[in-house]
């Protein structure tokens, strides 16, 4: 087994152009994948590779893959030894990838191949990061739609570094940016986060996002939730901070309060009703300390999973690539 490394492909023939594409359960739509990608590199260059990661799936996944493999040497395969999230599939495939332009996409075909002969054009022209913006998201339910609509808007409002709206993990990046991305060594990875954190001359171009060719989506609403708690915990300090002035608030207003109950006792005398409100005092600092302690938590427990120092990935076997 290996675990993740640092590449430099010092000594190793590269590529022009590498394709990244996280696997789990893809079995019923990877040969409709191949025959819709691999005409468009085959229009761009002769000198590509197609690294497929399966990230643990437990159906026919990488059978399907060694089969095409057989046919199309240029296909490679790196089988982790369990899943470790799509993330860490793709970050995986983006430390193997030794193209020259390196363009991470997903399997069930929401995001055109045929886009990539543009993003090329755009990387001729000096870009070393082109980005896919959706225009147009009507293939993705009105829910889906405004929650990622306000998650957009809350982290670019907080985050240190701001992401493109309407931009997902579809993009090519040179490879002087992929050598960046492998020197980020957290282990929580907010891909979305660190492909705008490293920078580099970058340019947009627009498509229409499709309906998925196969399958349902694997994203459903917890893992949305746990995705966005990531993305702005990994981006930014500001739920810490901002609880200083939270505190600031909560205890100028005391003060304010409890000088206005003295000055009632010096003219009114002690008045011995106030369950009601002293209950509501109570409930709301304890329900705010409660929720303060598990924003800390967030962030502990990203400490925790930093110093333990684990391998990022475990890969079981690689088929076509060094190990």
């Known amino acids: 087994m290996a675990a993740r490394r640092n590449r430099r492909n010092g000594g190793k023939k590269s590529v022009l152009l590498s394709t990244v594409v996280p696997m789990y359960n893809e079995e019923g739509g ?8 691999e005409p468009v590199l085959d229009k761009i260059t ?11 799936s437990t159906d026919a996944t990488l059978d399907e893959l060694l089969e095409h493999r057989e046919r ?25 990838a030794t193209g020259q332009a390196v363009v991470p996409l997903d399997a069930d075909l929401q995001d055109p191949p045929e886009l990539i002969a543009e993003m090329m054009d755009k990387w001729r022209e000096g870009y070393e990061v082109v980005y896919a913006r959706r225009s147009d998201r009507k293939s993705d339910s009105v829910s889906k739609r405004v929650t990622a609509g306000w998650f957009y808007r809350v982290h670019n409002a907080i985050a240190d570094v701001s992401i493109p709206d309407n931009v997902g993990d579809f993009r ?42 196969y399958g349902e989506t694997k994203w459903h609403f917890w ?9 702005i915990t990994g981006s930014t300090t500001f739920p810490l901070r901002v609880w200083t002035y939270i505190g600031i608030l909560v205890s100028l207003t005391a003060f304010f309060v409890s000088t206005l109950l003295i000055v009632r006792v010096f003219i009114y005398g002690v008045d011995v009703p106030g369950y009601a409100s002293l209950m509501v005092a109570v409930l709301f600092l304890g329900g705010i300390n409660i929720l303060a302690t598990g924003i800390i938590g967030e962030y502990i427990g990203r400490i925790f999973t930093e110093v333990r120092h684990r391998p990022l990935y475990l890969v079981r076997d690689t088929y076509g690539l060094e190990k």
């Open 46 to 56: 002769k000198d590509y590779e197609i690294i497929c990661i399966d990230d643990g």
């Open 72 to 96: 199309n040497p240029r296909i490679k395969i790196i089988n982790l030894s369990r899943n470790f999230g799509k993330d860490v599939a793709l970050s995986a495939g983006l430390d193997y």
């Open 223 to 231: 893992k949305l939730w746990q995705f966005a708690l990531d993305g």
């Open 172 to 213: 090519l990046i040179d490879q002087r940016v992929n050598i960046a991305l492998q020197n980020l060594p957290e282990r929580t990875r907010f891909m979305k986060g660190l492909f705008a954190w490293v920078g580099f001359k970058q340019a947009s171009v627009e498509y229409v996002r499709e309906s998925r060719a």
């Open 30 to 37: 990877i040969d409709l994948f191949f025959e819709r990608l």
